[in-house]
Structure formats: C-alpha cells, structure tokens
C-alpha cells in the first residue's frame, strides 16, 4: 500500500485559514465590549434597581408588584392600547400608499417618495408636537381656520394622538413594506390573470397571503416604535395621559411621588419584556417572508 501524499499548498493553505480566525474574533472585540458597557452596564442596573426594595436594600418583588397595579396597569394599558391602534392604522394606510410607490412608472417621484419617508419616519420628538400643536392645537392655524373646535377636534386626546403617531409610523411602514412588494414576481399575476383571476382576487388569492408575514412583522415593529415613543406625547400632553413611558418619567423626577425611583426600574422591565416579546414574534416572520420573497 502507498500512503497518499497531501497536495501541495494543503498544509500552508489550512495553517492560514487558521491563523485568520484569531484576528477576526479580535476585529470584534471593541464591537463586543461597546455592547457590554453600552447595554449591559444599564440592563443590569435595570434589572438589580426593578428586585430592589429602596427603603431596605434587600432583594424584593415589591417593585415589580407596584408597577403592574393602580395607575401604572392603567398607563401599561394605554400604552398598548395606544401602540395597537396606530400601527394598526398604519399598517392598513401604509400598504396601498407603498404599492402606489411601487407601480408608479415615474421614477423621480418614486425616489422623492422614498426620500420623504426616510425623513419623516425619523422626525419626532419635541419638534414633531410643536408642528402639530402650531397646526392644530386649540389655537392652531387649521383649528381656528376651519373651526375644528365647533366640530369636536381635539388634538390633546387619544384620536389626536394616534394622528400625530401615524405621520411617522405610515412612512416606517412604506419602507418596511416596499421591498417585500418589489419581490413580487410579475409572473404570479400573469398566471392569476390567465387563468381567469381578477386583480381582487389575485390580491385575496396570491400577493396578501405571500405578503402576510412581511404585514404581521411591520404592523409588529410599528408597535414597538409607538410603545417606546416618548418625547411627542410628553410635549404634547405632559402628564394628563396614561402611558407607561410618562409614568416612568414621573417617578424617576419625583414629580407625583417621591423615591418611586426603582419603581420607575420595575416599569423599565416591564416595557424590556413587552420588547422581547415583539421581536420574538418579528424574527420569525422577518426570515418567512424572506424565503417567499428571496
């Protein structure tokens, strides 16, 4: 028997491939150890802050308690509430606007629509409220021109709030829903249409059934973002409206009660866990879609 011999360039080709895995796992280390103090330093002062009784020290489930009662249930509730019917209504809103996008043959106005949405899904905050408090507060522009008072427009309220939460949320969901749209193979609807299928039912039939884990997974990230929001309802009802991110800024400052502070961590969990719940769901309809649509 004759022993094989290893090909030339086997053994310097396998010693390389090895001395390159050392070097790529240290090009990540500075990505890994910003995660660590940027993430994990806060998550664990979350997590010990939420299990600890203020007034003892000691390791307790007080907080926790605390924050799923009384008026922080009802600020958790409106929350997702809240959170619920705006990305509902952006889902529902953003899907023909994207597919108008997407069948328009005018690429200038395509490209600028894309643009739009890009800024606009990004604008928030103080400023936001400020626009829309100018346009159509109680002493709007809009308000007082058209007399919304008289017909029961109020911007400080639930509706009014959606409103202002759909004029980012819609252009998110046109980014989000676009690509999946453009994976839509044009054969599919000349094979609906061939044998007999109207566009209705090619839509009911083919394009919604293919789309649907694309819509569950944007009408799920819509949710998270309208949860986490903040600084536009703060700007725009303080304090008079039940939702879990104002109640958290009321007993970090202590403006309702004070040394509520690990109350406020308590609370901090529980919109962490409502976020891992959402992106549990998302994953998986994120990698379905993309094997539908690939």
């Known amino acids: 028997m004759t022993a094989t011999l290893p090909r030339a360039g086997t053994a310097p080709a396998a010693h390389l491939k090895r001395r390159r895995r050392p070097l790529g796992w240290l090009a990540v280390v500075p990505l890994l150890s910003f995660t660590a103090v940027a993430f994990g330093i806060p998550a664990w002062a979350?997590?010990?802050g939420a299990f600890t009784d203020k007034a003892t020290g000691a390791y307790s489930t007080a907080n926790?308690?605390?924050?799923l009662g009384g008026a922080y249930l009802t600020a958790l509730a409106g929350s997702v509430k809240l959170s619920v019917v705006s990305a509902g209504l952006a889902t529902l809103l953003?899907?023909?606007l994207a597919?108008?996008?997407?069948t328009s043959p005018h690429r200038a106005l395509r490209e600028g629509v894309l643009t739009a949405?890009?800024?606009l899904a990004n604008f928030g905050g103080v400023p936001l409220a400020f626009a829309f408090v100018a346009t159509?507060?109680?002493a709007g522009v809009l308000t007082r021109r058209l007399g919304l008072t008289d017909k029961g427009w109020d911007l400080y309220s639930f509706w009014g709030l959606v409103i202002v939460y759909l004029y980012f949320l819609i252009p998110l969901m046109v980014l989000t829903i676009t690509p999946a749209l453009e994976g839509l193979r044009t054969q599919w609807r000349e094979a609906a249409l061939n044998n007999g299928a109207t566009p209705a039912r090619y839509w009911l039939h083919v394009a919604l059934p293919v789309l649907l884990p694309t819509l569950l997974g944007g009408f799920v990230l819509l949710f998270g973002t309208a949860f986490a929001a903040y600084a536009t309802a703060a700007a725009i009802m303080g304090s008079s409206f039940p939702l879990i991110t104002l109640q958290i800024a009321d007993a970090l400052s202590g403006n309702v009660l004070v040394g509520q502070e690990n109350v406020a961590l308590a609370l901090s969990l529980d919109m962490v866990l409502?976020?891992?719940l959402v992106m549990a769901v998302y994953l998986p309809l994120q990698r379905r879609s993309a094997r539908w649509l690939a």
Do not use: R
């Open 64 to 67: 926790l308690t605390t924050s």
């Open 274 to 276: 409502i976020a891992g």
């Open 94 to 96: 953003g899907l023909p």
């Open 46 to 48: 979350v997590l010990s």
């Open 117 to 119: 949405s890009g800024v």
């Open 136 to 138: 159509l507060g109680n």
């Open 99 to 102: 597919q108008a996008v997407v």
